[in-house]
């Protein structure tokens, strides 16, 4: 049995590996993130994602979108890459520029730009490792790809997204974009969708002993926890446990953030769980966290008690 087991852990379809495709319009009429947030248009966008990566990798199967991340002016999109043979097949035609031409043809095709190409910047990156500096190393990249196993599923709004690709009943092996069909999927499924399923929040919670009004975090919220949480952002992005904060997650906000310092990663932490969590993003989830990563003080700020005060004067009289 044993020996089964190694071999079917070298074997194909155990190989799995991860990445994140940054992609950027170089124009400043086409922003992608733009697109992908009007509900008109998100199957639209995603569909030629699907489509360039398809054709990159030799089938549907051989890569799946897990999570679609919106930073102005870039798409940034997690991948799964299911096998080693369409994971090298994707990084030769990535190298050799067949997935930059195939989502440049599609868009101009989605957005009428008949006569004029739009231009896209494309980044592969593995943490903090960019893959298009070593591309010609085939195995250091698979090697870096299959490290950054994912640990996650793909989000809610991909699971729908893939359902409405998949509804289409365009032609299978065209390049183009979706025709009138297409775009109205993404506005009647995963809006009302999306809230319908989440469990209401509690109205109170307890902490300290006390009780409190449970609500959505608010922008205060957020731009308090960004001055004082600092380096400990991550622990409490973990401490959250909500899915589109993972490891893989966090990795790809400390990068996206690294020049803007510690409190725009930590801001934009909660900004992403208020995102992906909806009204399940509460206060009562954020000082549970906090709590758990040994914040208890920054728990208390947001909370209004007065020991955080009383500590806080007590160290400016020490100094």
Same mark, same amino acid.
């Given at each position: 049995?044993?020996?089964?087991?190694?071999?079917?852990?070298?074997?194909?379809?155990?190989?799995?590996?991860?990445?994140?495709l940054?992609?950027e319009?170089?124009?400043e009429?086409?922003? &992608?993130?733009?697109?992908?947030q009007?509900?008109?248009?998100?199957l639209?966008?995603f569909r030629v994602l699907?489509?360039a990566l398809?054709?990159?990798?030799?089938?549907?199967?051989g890569v799946?979108?897990l999570?679609?991340?919106?930073s102005?002016?870039?798409?940034?999109?997690?991948l799964?890459?299911?096998?080693?043979e369409p994971?090298?097949r994707?990084?030769?035609?990535y190298?050799?520029?067949? &997935?930059?031409?195939?989502?440049?043809?599609?868009l101009?095709a989605?957005?009428?730009?008949?006569q004029?190409?739009v231009p896209?910047h494309?980044?592969l990156?593995v943490?903090s490792?960019?893959l298009?500096?070593m591309l010609?190393?085939?195995?250091?990249c698979?090697?870096?790809?299959?490290q950054?196993?994912?640990?996650?599923?793909?989000d809610?709004?991909?699971?729908e997204l893939?359902v409405?690709?998949?509804s289409?009943?365009?032609?299978?092996?065209?390049?183009?974009a979706?025709?009138?069909?297409?775009?109205?999927?993404p506005?009647h499924?995963?809006p009302?969708?999306?809230?319908?399923r989440?469990?209401?929040?509690?109205?109170?919670?307890?902490?300290?002993?006390?009780q409190?009004a449970?609500r959505?975090?608010?922008?205060e919220?957020?731009?308090?926890?960004?001055?004082?949480?600092?380096r400990?952002w991550r622990t409490?992005g973990?401490?959250?446990?909500?899915r589109? &904060?993972?490891e893989?997650?966090l990795?790809?906000l400390?990068?996206e953030?690294?020049?803007?310092g510690?409190?725009?990663?930590a801001f934009?932490?909660?900004?992403?769980?208020?995102l992906?969590?909806?009204?399940?993003a509460?206060?009562q989830? &954020?000082?549970?966290?906090?709590?758990?990563?040994s914040l208890?003080?920054?728990a208390e700020d947001?909370?209004?008690?007065p020991?955080y005060r009383e500590?806080q004067a007590?160290?400016?009289?020490?100094d």
């Open positions: 049995m044993a020996d089964d087991s190694r071999k079917m852990a070298d074997g194909l379809q155990e190989w799995s590996g991860g990445a994140y940054f992609v319009s170089s124009t009429t086409v922003i &992608l993130p733009n697109l992908y009007d509900p008109q248009q998100k639209a966008i699907k489509l398809a054709g990159c990798t030799g089938s549907q199967d799946q979108i999570k679609i991340h919106c102005n002016p870039k798409l940034i999109v997690q799964k890459f299911c096998g080693q994971c090298t994707f990084l030769r035609g190298g050799e520029g067949a &997935l930059r031409a195939a989502l440049q043809d599609s101009v989605l957005l009428g730009h008949a004029n190409p896209l494309l980044e990156r943490g490792e960019r298009d500096l010609q190393e085939e195995e250091r698979l090697h870096c790809i299959q950054a196993k994912p640990d996650r599923l793909p809610e709004e991909i699971g893939e409405a690709f998949r289409l009943t365009c032609d299978p092996g065209g390049g183009g979706p025709k009138a069909p297409a775009p109205k999927a506005a499924s995963p009302p969708s999306a809230p319908a989440a469990p209401a929040p509690a109205q109170t919670f307890v902490f300290q002993g006390q409190f449970n959505p975090l608010s922008l919220d957020r731009q308090k926890f960004a001055r004082s949480v600092g400990k409490v973990r401490a959250l446990n909500c589109a &904060l993972r893989h997650d990795d790809a400390a990068y953030y690294d020049r803007d510690l409190y725009e990663q934009q932490l909660l900004h992403r769980f208020v992906a969590e909806g009204r399940r509460t206060l989830r &954020l000082v549970e966290a906090l709590d758990k990563s208890t003080s920054l947001l909370l209004g008690l020991a500590d007590r160290e400016e009289e020490q």
